[in-house]
Each structure stands twice: as structure tokens, then as C-alpha cells.
T-cell receptor, first 109, second 112 residues
Framework: QKEVEQNSGPLSVPEGAIASLNCTYSDRGSQSFFWYRQYSGKSPELIMSIYSNGDKEDGRFTAQLNKASQYVSLLIRDSQPSDSATYLCAVDSSYKLIFGSGTRLLVRP | GAVVSQHPSRVICKSGTSVKIECRSLDFQATTMFWYRQFPKKSLMLMAT?????????EQGVEKDKFLINHASLTLSTLTVTSAHPEDSSFYICSARLVEQFFGPGTRLTVL
């Protein structure tokens, strides 16, 4: 059973802080990794994709991938209350996405 | 990112009726679309992979006769929930794949 594991949270950070979200996966053959943001009652929105080891930055978001450790993370700098949402880690496995259960992030004003 | 639409956004129906949900890729052609279901406070569960011009591939435990999928064109896939029951009430979300997967806004189904 291919799995993606995330801490369910909630992860609570003050406004302006760095939020760090983590994800581990079981399928060593996976090559593509994604972070989605989902607000309550809405569908997931793609934030970042990462395909190779190392860091990938896009604005306030940085995705980090370590295939040897089977570990993906998402850093959100200068967190804003509007970042409060559930963040889903997804791993491409045989052309399908396997989702983690999500980490709920709360950014306190 | 690419745009995926769904219709309707919300539907309420009586037990025993059938409900059709449409999923469209608006600015790209998608040979493959995906249908997910999400219960409250739970993660996305992949129901089936919809392939243009061929039969859908269903995940284990998903009844193909109950959840009918038709992918008749490169921009449209439909999911029909047949003989819906209250336990089918859920948030149904489709996605289409370009390089990454983009999700539609979802359809909230309530079966009375």
C-alpha cells in the first residue's frame, strides 16, 4: 500500500512567522511531488510542484525534496492569516496522485 | 494554472434519483480526468480515472455500476451517481491533468 503521511495538526504560528509543513512517502519510484492548499468547503488549489532534490522557491513558498529520505516539505515565509487552510501533500504514483490526509495550518493575527 | 469547471456546484436530490455532474477543462484538452470524493474532515479519495474514448478505471471498492463515468470528448467528463442514497452525500471533485493536476471547484451532493 503506497502511502503519504502528514501530521494532521493543527500547526499554529503567529503572523509573520515561518510555517513548516512536512510529508513522507512510501513509494521510492515516485518522481513528482505537489503541495495543494484547501480552504474549508473548497477544492484543492495547486501551490507548488517539485521534481528534483533540493529546494524550489516561488514567492513566499519554498518546497524541499529529499528522495533518499522520502521526504517533502513546504515552508511558508511571512505567514498571513489568509494562509490558514489545510495543506495537502500529493505524490505521483503510476500517473495517479496519492494524497496525504493534510495538515491544518492556523496563522494567528 | 489551467482552468477546470464543474457543474452543478451544489445539488440536493431525493433518495433513489440519479445525479449527473459535469467536469470541463476550459483552456486545454485533457485525455485523462480524475474523479475524487471527500467526506467532511477527510482527505481526497480517488474514485476513478476517466480516459477519453475508453472505459474508466475504477479504484478498488468503488462500484462502477453506481458511479457511471463518461469521457466523451477531450474537454468533458461526466459522473452520474445512480440511485443515490444518503450515504452518497459528499463533496465530489474532478481534476484534469496537463503536467500537474488541476481541480474543479467541486460539487456538493446532498441526498435526502
Amino acid at each position: 500500500q503506497k502511502e503519504v503521511e502528514q501530521n494532521s495538526g493543527p500547526l499554529s504560528v503567529p503572523e509573520g512567522a515561518i510555517a513548516s509543513l512536512n510529508c513522507t512517502y512510501s513509494d521510492r519510484g515516485s518522481q513528482s511531488f505537489f503541495w495543494y492548499r484547501q480552504y474549508s468547503g473548497k477544492s484543492p488549489e495547486l501551490i507548488m510542484s517539485i521534481y528534483s532534490n533540493g529546494d524550489k522557491e516561488d514567492g513566499r513558498f519554498t518546497a524541499q525534496l529529499n528522495k533518499a529520505s522520502q521526504y517533502v516539505s513546504l515552508l511558508i515565509r511571512d505567514s498571513q492569516p489568509s494562509d490558514s487552510a489545510t495543506y495537502l501533500c500529493a505524490v505521483d504514483s503510476s500517473y495517479k496522485l496519492i494524497f496525504g490526509s493534510g495538515t491544518r495550518l492556523l496563522v494567528r493575527p | 494554472g489551467a482552468v477546470v469547471s464543474q457543474h452543478p456546484s451544489r445539488v440536493i436530490c431525493k433518495s433513489g434519483t440519479s445525479v449527473k455532474i459535469e467536469c470541463r477543462s476550459l483552456d486545454f484538452q485533457a485525455t485523462t480526468m480524475f474523479w475524487y470524493r471527500q467526506f467532511p474532515k477527510k482527505s481526497l479519495m480517488l474514485m476513478a480515472t476517466s480516459n477519453e474514448g475508453s472505459k474508466a478505471t475504477y479504484e478498488q471498492g468503488v462500484e462502477k455500476d453506481k458511479f457511471l463515468i463518461n469521457h466523451a470528448s477531450l474537454t468533458l467528463s461526466t459522473l452520474t451517481v445512480t440511485s443515490a442514497h444518503p450515504e452518497d452525500s459528499s463533496f465530489y471533485i474532478c481534476s484534469a491533468r496537463l503536467v500537474e493536476q488541476f481541480f474543479g471547484p467541486g460539487t456538493r451532493l446532498t441526498v435526502l
